[in-house]
């Protein structure tokens, strides 16, 4: 059974930090929406603040930026401290969740905007436009206007006008999740595929925890103004460390030291246990699945509610007084079982998680 460990956001030992955040405070009158976070990310990291709507990850992103005011806190970027420098002096690029792209201008004008303001000559901005363009496979739609473009499309040019400048990091708020779910994900892995190549410090924000899992070096799990767990996507999803970080990832079972010696057939006392639904295994009619290594002793119970997720069936087990998700694969009709069968429940006790 494994146990928890406390969240220190800091990066890997071996990389010296790039951008790194000291005691980073902001309230809203009484309200703290921030409280002294800390973090550490190492240069070309791609670093996802996950958590659900209202927990602070766009003000902690909009105050690294500089586009929010800090109560209290430093940031610092390649050594240099930026706390007080203004936005435009930070060289950090920022997409938003809505492209704010300039709707008179042609998709060219509005990518090199950017390097107008730093009064870069006529002839490299037209060569960094291109290249810019170039880079989000957006190089014939220069002389279009925003609105003869999909969302997708909008969002690649916000994208380059972010990187023309060529920021020493990049801040994304959200910058998916106005798209339709085929975009989305193709670009997804074309967002990836540029901050690899650029070598790019990201900073990604989203409320969607497959979009954070598929796309980060490392995780940020935040709550209430705090970074609650960071990790790589396997340990924050296998790993949770506090019953907050377990409600938010997955679909997690959790069980009482009651429920959890009854389960797991020993006495367990005084704690608190959290096992994901693919750590449980149904022994039915139907099926006979091999059991992991330690498997426990079985608990008899009867199939409530059957939920078909595509690949996945989650189903809903009534089990001596316990009720569970169980998750199994999906391999075709004559597998699936129906409400009111009977079945065995094994949990795999090697997977339970001490909270
Ligand atoms: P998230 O990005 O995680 O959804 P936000 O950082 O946008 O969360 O907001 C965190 C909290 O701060 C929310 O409760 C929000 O209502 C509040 N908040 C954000 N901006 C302001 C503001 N300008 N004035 C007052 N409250 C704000």
């Known amino acids: 059974m494994t146990s928890s460990s406390p969240a220190s956001p800091t990066a890997d ?156 990091i990049l801040l994304m708020d959200e910058p998916l999740s106005a798209l339709d779910a085929k975009i989305r994900q193709h670009l997804r ?6 901050q690899r190549q650029l070598q790019l410090t990201t900073l990604f924000v989203t409320h969607d925890q497959e979009e954070a899992m598929m796309l980060s070096d490392r995780i940020f799990l935040m709550g209430e103004g705090h970074i609650l767990q960071h990790g790589d996507a396997e340990s924050l999803y296998t790993r949770p460390n506090s019953e907050a970080v377990v409600n938010f990832v997955g679909a997690y079972n959790r069980f009482d030291a009651e429920q959890a010696s009854r389960l797991l057939g020993r006495d367990i006392e005084g704690q608190c246990f959290a096992l994901r639904p693919e750590a449980l295994y149904l022994v039915s009619e139907k099926s006979a699945p091999a059991l992991p290594a330690n498997p426990g002793p079985g608990c008899r119970g009867t199939i409530a509610a059957r939920q078909l997720l595509g690949s996945i069936v989650r189903y809903r087990i009534e089990c001596e007084g316990l009720s569970m998700n169980v998750d199994t694969l999906n391999r075709g009709v004559r597998s699936l079982m129906t409400r009111g069968s009977d079945v065995v429940v094994h949990a795999d006790i090697d997977e339970a998680r001490l909270l």
């Open 13 to 168: 030992a071996s990389t010296s930090p790039y951008l790194r955040l000291r005691g980073v405070h902001k309230s809203y009158g009484d309200t703290p929406v921030l409280q002294s976070i800390d973090a550490d990310i190492a240069r070309g990291e791609f670093v996802t603040l996950l958590g659900p709507s209202g927990c602070g990850k766009s003000t902690l992103l909009r105050a690294i930026a500089g586009l929010t005011p800090m109560d209290a806190g430093d940031i610092e970027v390649a050594g240099e401290t930026i706390t007080h420098l203004p936005p435009q002096r930070r060289d950090i690029g920022m997409v938003f969740q809505h492209y704010a792209l300039f709707p008179n201008m042609s998709v060219a004008d509005n990518v090199a905007f950017g390097l107008k303001m730093r009064r870069v000559d006529a002839a490299e901005r037209r060569e960094r436009v291109e290249q810019a363009l170039a880079l989000v496979e957006l190089d014939t739609h220069a002389l279009k206007s925003p609105h003869q473009l999909s969302g997708g499309q909008r969002q690649r040019v916000a994208l380059a006008r972010a990187l023309i400048t060529r920021p020493r």
């Open 189 to 194: 892995e074309q967002l990836r595929e540029i």
